[in-house]
C-alpha cells in the first residue's frame, strides 16, 4: 500500500510540474479530468518496482522542490531540491514547521477540507533567494483528499531580471527627460523674448547639443536592442586590426588636437589579420579611444599597441588620465553605469559604451579587460580572434 501511495503521489507531481512548465492554471475541473484518470491508471496499471525506482530517481534529482503532506500536515515525501531551497532541517517535520516560520498567508486546512478552495501560490524571500511555492490538493481514487503537494521554485534569477528591467526603464527615462528638459528650457525662454545674436546663439547652441545627445542614447539603445534579440547579424571578415586603428585614430584627430594630446600607435610586425565584424571592432575602437580622449587632461599621453597572442590579435589602449576606482571597476560594463554621473553626462556620454563594447566583442567571439588606477591612468585590453572560433 506503501509503494502504491507514492507511485500516486510521485505520478500526480509530475503532472503539476508539466502544467506549471505550460502555463495553464488548475481549475476546479482539473482534479476530474486529470489528476484521478492519471491516477486511476497508475494504480490500475500494476506499475514495477524498476518503474518505481525511475519515478524516485526523476524525483530526487527535480531542481524544483517538492514537498507532500498529509492530511494531518505531516511530511510524507521530500526531495533534495526542497530541503535545500527552504533549509528544512530534521526536526521540521510539518507544514506548519516549513512555511508558519515564514508567516505565509496559507492555510493547510483551507486547501483540504475547501471544495473551491484548488490550489494557491505564494511568493516569498528565504535570505538572498526568492522563492515561489505553489500548493495544490491530491486525491485519491475514492475523491477522498489525502494531502497538499508544494511545488516550490528558485526564483531569484527572474526576479534579479525584473528589477534590472525596471532599473534599465528608469535609467532610460532619466537619461530621456534631462536634454528634453533642456531643450524645452532654452526654447520657450527663446520663444518668449527676444535676445541678442550671441545670446541666441548660445542658447541654439546647447539645444543642439542636448538633442545629439539624446540621438546618441537613442541610437546606442538601438543597438543594444538589436543586440538583444539577436536581430543584428554579424558580418565576419578578415582584415587588419593595425590598419582599422590607425583608421579610427584619424577620425579622432579633431578631439586629440583639441585637447593637446600626444597619441603614439605601435604595430607588431607579424600580426595576423583578424575574422570579426569589422562595423563592429571599429566602433569598439572608436568608442575607448574616445573614453581615453575624454577623460585624460589636457597635454596628456595615450599609447595603442597592436599585437598577436595564440590565436587572438589584441589591441591595447594606454592613457594617463584620470583613472577609475577599484570598486567601479567591476561594474563598468553595466548599462548606465558610470563612475562620475554629473562628469559623464557634462561630457556627453550615455553610460552604454562599455556595455555595447562588451556585448559586441561577445558576438564575435572576442574579450575586453580594464585596468585602472584614480590618478595614474586606464589599461584596455581588447583581444580579437584571427580565426573562426
Given at each position: 500500500?506503501?509503494?502504491?501511495?507514492?507511485?500516486?503521489?510521485?505520478?500526480?507531481?509530475?503532472?503539476?510540474?508539466?502544467?506549471?512548465?505550460?502555463?495553464i492554471l488548475i481549475?476546479?475541473?482539473?482534479?476530474?479530468?486529470?489528476?484521478?484518470?492519471?491516477?486511476?491508471?497508475?494504480?490500475?496499471?500494476?506499475?514495477?518496482?524498476?518503474?518505481?525506482?525511475?519515478?524516485?530517481?526523476?524525483?530526487?534529482?527535480?531542481?524544483?522542490?517538492?514537498?507532500?503532506?498529509?492530511?494531518?500536515?505531516?511530511?510524507?515525501?521530500?526531495?533534495?531540491?526542497?530541503?535545500?531551497?527552504?533549509?528544512?532541517?530534521?526536526?521540521?517535520?510539518?507544514?506548519?514547521?516549513?512555511?508558519?516560520?515564514?508567516?505565509?498567508?496559507?492555510?493547510?486546512?483551507?486547501?483540504?477540507?475547501?471544495?473551491?478552495?484548488?490550489?494557491?501560490?505564494?511568493?516569498?524571500?528565504?535570505?538572498?533567494?526568492?522563492?515561489?511555492?505553489?500548493?495544490?490538493?491530491?486525491?485519491?481514487?475514492?475523491?477522498?483528499?489525502?494531502?497538499?503537494?508544494?511545488?516550490?521554485?528558485?526564483?531569484?534569477?527572474?526576479?534579479?531580471?525584473?528589477?534590472?528591467?525596471?532599473?534599465?526603464?528608469?535609467?532610460?527615462?532619466?537619461?530621456?527627460?534631462?536634454?528634453?528638459?533642456?531643450?524645452?528650457?532654452?526654447?520657450?525662454?527663446?520663444?518668449?523674448?527676444?535676445?541678442?545674436?550671441?545670446?541666441?546663439?548660445?542658447?541654439?547652441?546647447?539645444?543642439?547639443?542636448?538633442?545629439?545627445?539624446?540621438?546618441?542614447?537613442?541610437?546606442?539603445?538601438?543597438?543594444?536592442?538589436?543586440?538583444?534579440?539577436?536581430?543584428?547579424?554579424?558580418?565576419?571578415?578578415?582584415?587588419?586590426?593595425?590598419?582599422?586603428?590607425?583608421?579610427?585614430?584619424?577620425?579622432?584627430?579633431?578631439?586629440?588636437?583639441?585637447?593637446?594630446?600626444?597619441?603614439?600607435?605601435?604595430?607588431?610586425?607579424?600580426?595576423?589579420?583578424?575574422?570579426?565584424?569589422?562595423?563592429?571592432?571599429?566602433?569598439?575602437?572608436?568608442?575607448?579611444?574616445?573614453?581615453?580622449?575624454?577623460?585624460?587632461?589636457?597635454?596628456?599621453?595615450?599609447?595603442?599597441?597592436?599585437?598577436?597572442?595564440?590565436?587572438?590579435?589584441?589591441?591595447?589602449?594606454?592613457?594617463?588620465?584620470?583613472?577609475?576606482?577599484?570598486?567601479?571597476?567591476?561594474?563598468?560594463?553595466?548599462?548606465?553605469?558610470?563612475?562620475?554621473?554629473?562628469?559623464?553626462?557634462?561630457?556627453?556620454?550615455?553610460?552604454?559604451?562599455?556595455?555595447?563594447?562588451?556585448?559586441?566583442?561577445?558576438?564575435n567571439g572576442g574579450?575586453?579587460?580594464i585596468k585602472s588606477?584614480?590618478?595614474?591612468?586606464?589599461?584596455?585590453?581588447?583581444?580579437?580572434?584571427?580565426?573562426?572560433?
Amino acid at each position: 500500500m506503501l509503494v502504491d501511495f507514492r507511485v500516486i503521489i510521485i505520478a500526480i507531481i509530475i503532472n503539476i510540474i508539466i502544467l506549471i512548465i505550460m502555463g495553464i492554471l488548475i481549475k476546479k475541473h482539473l482534479r476530474k479530468k486529470i489528476m484521478f484518470p492519471k491516477t486511476r491508471l497508475i494504480k490500475g496499471s500494476g506499475v514495477t518496482n524498476d518503474e518505481l525506482d525511475i519515478n524516485n530517481s526523476i524525483f530526487l534529482h527535480m531542481t524544483d522542490g517538492i514537498i507532500a503532506f498529509d492530511r494531518d500536515g505531516n511530511i510524507v515525501l521530500i526531495n533534495p531540491a526542497a530541503q535545500k531551497m527552504m533549509n528544512v532541517l530534521p526536526e521540521h517535520t510539518t507544514f506548519e514547521d516549513i512555511f508558519g516560520r515564514l508567516h505565509l498567508n496559507i492555510n493547510l486546512e483551507k486547501i483540504i477540507y475547501l471544495e473551491n478552495w484548488t490550489n494557491t501560490e505564494e511568493r516569498f524571500q528565504i535570505e538572498d533567494r526568492f522563492v515561489n511555492a505553489y500548493f495544490a490538493p491530491f486525491k485519491k481514487e475514492n475523491d477522498r483528499t489525502v494531502g497538499v503537494i508544494a511545488v516550490i521554485q528558485d526564483i531569484t534569477e527572474h526576479v534579479k531580471l525584473d528589477n534590472m528591467r525596471k532599473e534599465f526603464i528608469a535609467d532610460v527615462s532619466h537619461e530621456l527627460k534631462t536634454p528634453i528638459t533642456s531643450i524645452m528650457g532654452y526654447a520657450d525662454t527663446l520663444l518668449e523674448e527676444e535676445y541678442d545674436k550671441e545670446t541666441q546663439s548660445k542658447f541654439l547652441n546647447v539645444i543642439a547639443s542636448e538633442a545629439r545627445r539624446m540621438a546618441k542614447l537613442v541610437t546606442d539603445l538601438l543597438t543594444l536592442s538589436q543586440n538583444d534579440s539577436n536581430r543584428k547579424q554579424t558580418k565576419k571578415e578578415l582584415f587588419d586590426l593595425g590598419e582599422l586603428v590607425k583608421k579610427c585614430q584619424d577620425k579622432l584627430a579633431i578631439e586629440i588636437k583639441k585637447k593637446n594630446h600626444e597619441v603614439k600607435s605601435f604595430v607588431t610586425a607579424d600580426v595576423p589579420l583578424v575574422y570579426a565584424d569589422k562595423d563592429d571592432i571599429e566602433r569598439i575602437v572608436l568608442n575607448i579611444l574616445t573614453n581615453s580622449i575624454k577623460y585624460t587632461k589636457d597635454g596628456g599621453e595615450i599609447k595603442i599597441y597592436v599585437g598577436f597572442v595564440y590565436n587572438d590579435a589584441y589591441i591595447k589602449i594606454f592613457d594617463n588620465g584620470i583613472g577609475i576606482p577599484e570598486e567601479d571597476l567591476n561594474r563598468i560594463f553595466e548599462r548606465f553605469y558610470r563612475v562620475d554621473k554629473a562628469r559623464s553626462r557634462e561630457m556627453g556620454g550615455t553610460g552604454l559604451g562599455l556595455s555595447i563594447a562588451k556585448d559586441l566583442l561577445d558576438r564575435n567571439g572576442g574579450s575586453i579587460d580594464i585596468k585602472s588606477e584614480v590618478g595614474k591612468g586606464t589599461e584596455v585590453v581588447i583581444k580579437v580572434p584571427t580565426k573562426s572560433k
